[in-house]
């Protein structure tokens, strides 16, 4: 009987020291990724839910999000949808997070023309060029500190494969106070060996998400150039017909629509 209640407490123990672990994973991951996204996004980035399951090495991401910058008139530059994550469980106990499998299905990005030649997109790489290395600066910093919060931030990550499929391109200007929206699909993505060198180290958080973001960003405008931006020109071009002379005349000078 005695050996019986010693398992029975054994397997307690371990049951609620894995449920402390994914507690802990869970945190770590929204209050990491939320903190290094918004550094080097320049506007917020959260996730809504992590849920973790070690037994499977299964993740999954809700709400994942990125905000406009400030004067755009939709909320959000992307939301990822819904996030599934495959993982090597062991390496959650390491210095390198190594993750198998990235699987973003249905995520929706908003392309919006705050003027003739500055939209979203445009104003995020910008950040991301710019914030980018101090944000890894500061997450090796942090990591070499040696507090628990930054031995958190310190992990690296290495990731395998990132595939992101049925996506949408919501693409909006209003100049003028004329609205045009137009549907576009977004071409699958797939992204290999992040943070996979030679070194085995992996990648540090910041610059893994700057990577992905960068990605994403780069195919969308590639996306709406090559199948929409035109009309979008076409709109703006209109408006414009009904400003200041002036204005007008200035705006044609910088030969955004080609001169004739």
């Known amino acids: 009987?005695?050996?019986?209640?010693?398992?029975?407490?054994?397997?307690?123990?371990?049951?609620?020291?894995?449920?402390?672990?994914?507690?802990?994973?869970?945190?770590?991951?929204?209050?990491?990724?939320?903190?290094?996204?918004?550094?080097?996004?320049?506007?917020?980035?959260?996730?809504?839910?992590?849920?973790?399951?070690?037994?499977?090495?299964?993740?999954?991401?809700?709400g994942f999000t990125v905000a406009n910058p400030k004067n755009y008139r939709t909320p959000y530059l992307f939301d990822l949808g819904g996030i599934s994550v495959k993982m090597n469980t062991k390496s959650l106990f390491t210095d390198t997070i190594v993750i198998d499998d990235i699987t973003v299905s249905k995520p929706v990005i908003t392309y919006e023309m705050l003027s003739l030649n500055q939209n979203n997109i445009k104003q995020i790489q910008e950040n991301l060029n710019k914030?980018?290395?101090?944000?890894?600066?500061?997450?090796?910093?942090?990591?070499?500190?040696?507090?628990?919060?930054?031995?958190?931030?310190?992990?690296?990550?290495?990731?395998?494969?990132?595939?992101?499929?049925?996506?949408?391109?919501?693409?909006?200007?209003?100049?003028?106070?004329?609205?045009?929206?137009?549907?576009?699909?977004?071409?699958?993505?797939?992204?290999?060996?992040?943070?996979?060198?030679k070194s085995g180290k992996g990648e540090t958080v910041a610059a893994s998400i700057s990577k992905v973001i960068s990605k994403i960003l780069n195919v969308a405008t590639q996306t709406v150039v090559k199948n929409n931006l035109g009309d979008l020109k076409k709109v703006a071009k209109e408006n414009l017909n009904h400003a200041v002379d002036g204005v007008k005349d200035k705006v044609k000078n910088l030969g955004i629509f080609g001169r004739k």
Do not use: C, H, W
């Not at 310190?154 to 049925?166: N, Q, S």
């Open 1 to 62: 009987m005695k050996l019986k209640y010693i398992v029975f407490g054994l397997l307690a123990v371990i049951f609620i020291a894995a449920a402390v672990v994914v507690m802990y994973m869970e945190n770590i991951v929204k209050n990491v990724v939320g903190k290094y996204g918004t550094e080097i996004v320049g506007t917020e980035v959260a996730l809504q839910g992590f849920s973790l399951n070690p037994f499977q090495g299964t993740a999954s991401i809700q």
């Open 131 to 197: 914030n980018t290395a101090p944000a890894v600066a500061q997450e090796k910093k942090e990591a070499k500190s040696g507090s628990a919060a930054s031995s958190a931030s310190g992990k690296k990550v290495v990731i395998r494969k990132i595939t992101i499929a049925e996506g949408e391109i919501l693409a909006v200007t209003a100049v003028q106070g004329k609205e045009s929206k137009i549907d576009v699909k977004l071409p699958a993505i797939v992204l290999t060996d992040i943070g996979a060198d």
